[in-house]
């Protein structure tokens, strides 16, 4: 039997040697340039989640403190008698009203805010400060009301609750406003 031998010729000759070489390291720095991009990616996308927690959570314990505040009012706690409670004219209410007032005028660490804590006056959360809530009372709606089904009278009364509350990071604020509207005293039923 006749054997054959195939020959395979290299075209161009030596000129060509480390061609793969050349090739797979291009190949392997494009890859890993494609593995530090997905990297980056990654982390970024985990910096904007830990930063939207971090609103929510302070978003979410503004909310808390301002419901505290309507709580007590709505119970008319006479602990608002002085700490926490402002009372604002009718010609104040426009700068009371702008949020540069509230992030940078008004004295949220003076002492006149009530900071809102746990049922035993203790806290437990993780944020970096308590939360903390001004009432004001704003001018009356209206004023000797008569009640429908007795002689008494009322007066009806509108409130401002303002919170603020930081996240785990003190750069993460949020502030929350309601008005709240109460009539006092109640009428009887």
């Given at each position: 039997m006749k054997t054959r031998r195939f020959h395979f010729p290299q075209s161009g000759g030596r000129?060509?040697?480390?061609?793969?070489?050349?090739?797979?390291?291009?190949?392997?720095?494009?890859l890993s340039l494609l593995a530090i991009y997905g990297?980056?990616?990654?982390?970024?996308?985990n910096i904007m989640a830990r930063n939207t927690r971090d609103r929510d959570l302070a978003f979410q314990s503004a909310?808390?403190?301002?419901?505290?505040?309507?709580s007590r009012i709505a119970a008319y706690d006479a602990s608002f008698a002085g700490t926490g409670l402002i009372t604002t004219a009718a010609a104040?209410?426009?700068?009371k009203t702008t949020v540069d007032y509230w992030l940078n005028t008004y004295g949220w660490a003076n002492g006149n805010?009530?900071?809102m804590r746990d049922t035993d006056g203790?806290?437990?959360?993780t944020l970096s400060s308590l939360p903390r809530y001004v009432v004001e009372r704003l001018p009356d709606i209206s004023t000797g009301n008569a009640c429908p089904s007795s002689s008494a009278t009322y007066d009806?009364?509108?409130y401002r609750v303002?919170?603020?509350?930081v996240g785990r990071s003190a750069d993460t604020r949020v502030m929350l406003q309601s008005e709240y509207r109460y009539d006092s005293p109640r009428c009887p039923e």
């Open positions: 000129g060509q040697r480390g061609m793969t070489l050349l090739v797979g390291l291009v190949m392997l720095v494009l990297a980056r990616t990654v982390i970024m996308e909310e808390a403190a301002m419901r505290d505040a309507e104040d209410l426009p700068t805010t009530i900071e203790s806290y437990s959360g009806r009364r509108r303002t919170a603020m509350a």
